[in-house]
């Protein structure tokens, strides 16, 4: 199975602030099409998870656009250009490369 | 408005059966791949699986702690997702989420519905 490592595991921001999430994949994301089969979500409070980014740099719809994924192969980015209040919650990276597909451990974001 | 709505959760004795239903709306349900996720208290997300649209034949693929108890089925006809669940253990407890792709991009997810497994 793919192992995927998120750092940090905890996050304070202060609103206005950028963040930035790292996701690491034991083995490479990167497809022969070109598409790194990495998605990140965020699961706020008492929700279902919910789709921000995907294929790696990708933004699902109506996602605003301080937020982006960058990175190929095994390293990959979540920034948020400025936080939020409505922010807060969990994110995780998941894999799509191979199954079973898997997640990160989270990233806590939390406001300062 | 597209939307998933599970049902079917509740509580049961581990070793019994339950069959956790999903009904889709606001899209061509027959066009997609869908899949199951399950959230343990605590937890993250956990991939179930997924079964393909018809045009890729239906297929299905499962992790493998469920692999051999859980069946995923689809009646695009009705625009119903079904997770029939078999020999459940204690650590099948969780929130079960129905969700529209498969692979990448799992762009909607319903609100999920409670399994609990316990004597």
């Known amino acids: 199975d793919i192992v995927m490592t998120q750092s940090p595991l905890s996050l304070p921001v202060t609103p206005g602030e950028p963040a930035r999430i790292s996701c690491r994949s034991s083995q490479s994301l990167l497809r022969s099409n070109g598409y790194n089969y990495l998605d990140w979500y965020v699961q706020k409070p008492g929700q279902s998870p919910q789709l921000l980014i995907y294929l790696g740099s990708n933004r699902a719809s109506g996602v605003p656009d301080r937020f982006s994924g960058s990175g190929s192969g095994t390293a990959f980015t979540l920034k948020i250009s400025r936080v939020e209040a409505e922010d807060v919650g969990v994110y995780y990276c998941?894999?799509?490369?191979?199954?079973?597909?898997?997640f990160g451990q989270g990233t806590k974001l939390e406001i300062k | 408005e597209v939307q998933l709505v599970e049902s079917g959760g509740g509580l049961v004795k581990p070793g019994r059966s339950l069959r956790l239903s999903c009904i889709a709306s606001?899209?061509?349900?027959?066009?997609?791949?869908m899949s199951w996720f399950r959230q343990a208290p605590g937890r993250g997300p956990e991939w179930v699986g997924f079964?393909?649209?018809?045009?890729?034949?239906?297929?299905?693929d499962y992790a493998a702690s469920v692999k051999g108890r859980f069946t995923i089925s689809r009646d695009d006809s009705k625009s119903f997702l079904y997770l029939e669940m078999n020999s459940l253990k204690t650590e099948d407890t969780a929130v079960y989420y129905c969700?529209?792709?498969?692979?990448?991009?799992?762009?909607?997810w319903g609100q999920g519905t409670t399994v609990t497994v316990s004597s």
């Open positions: 606001g899209f061509i349900f027959g066009d997609y791949h």
């Open positions: 998941m894999q799509g490369q191979q199954t079973p597909y898997t």
């Open positions: 969700t529209r792709g498969g692979g990448y991009g799992i762009d909607v």
């Open positions: 079964i393909r649209s018809k045009v890729y034949g239906a297929t299905t």
